[in-house]
């Protein structure tokens, strides 16, 4: 199982990103995906989650990122996106695509079977 991580960088407050997650391994589309962040010095904590079904259109957000952030995904390419808007200082964190095979979209680690390894996001003026 791989989940590869990509889009993080340097940006500044104000500015957007996209995170990209490519995912391979296991059945793609038979499982809820997700990402979570990893601040300096704080726990890891969820950003938002997508329903395997493209049907439901069925996606959660943390309020930190609520408004901000959007989670797409992808079933033919195996793919999951996080769309970046209106960035903070306090977005600066590594981030961390994750698949959940469990039904229901989860807010808490232990829900979540494989993680990736993480692209780092540094926003700062």
């Known amino acids: 199982v791989q989940l590869q991580a990509s889009g993080g960088g340097l940006v500044q407050p104000g500015d957007s990103l996209r995170l990209s997650c490519a995912a391979s391994g296991f059945r793609f589309s038979n499982y809820n995906m997700g990402w979570f962040r990893r601040a300096p010095g704080k726990e890891r904590e969820f950003v938002a989650a997508?329903?395997?079904?493209?049907?439901?259109?069925?996606?959660l957000y943390s309020d930190s990122v609520k408004g901000r952030f959007t989670i797409s995904r992808d079933n033919a390419k195996n793919s999951v996106y996080l769309q970046m808007n209106t960035l903070k200082p306090e977005d600066t964190a590594v981030y961390y695509c994750?698949?959940?095979?469990?039904?229901?979209?989860?807010?808490?680690?232990?829900?979540?079977?494989?993680w990736g390894m993480g692209t780092l996001v540094t926003v700062s003026s």
């Open positions: 997508i329903d395997r079904s493209l049907v439901s259109d069925n996606t």
């Open positions: 994750v698949a959940a095979s469990r039904p229901g979209l989860q807010a808490t680690m232990n829900a979540y079977n494989f």
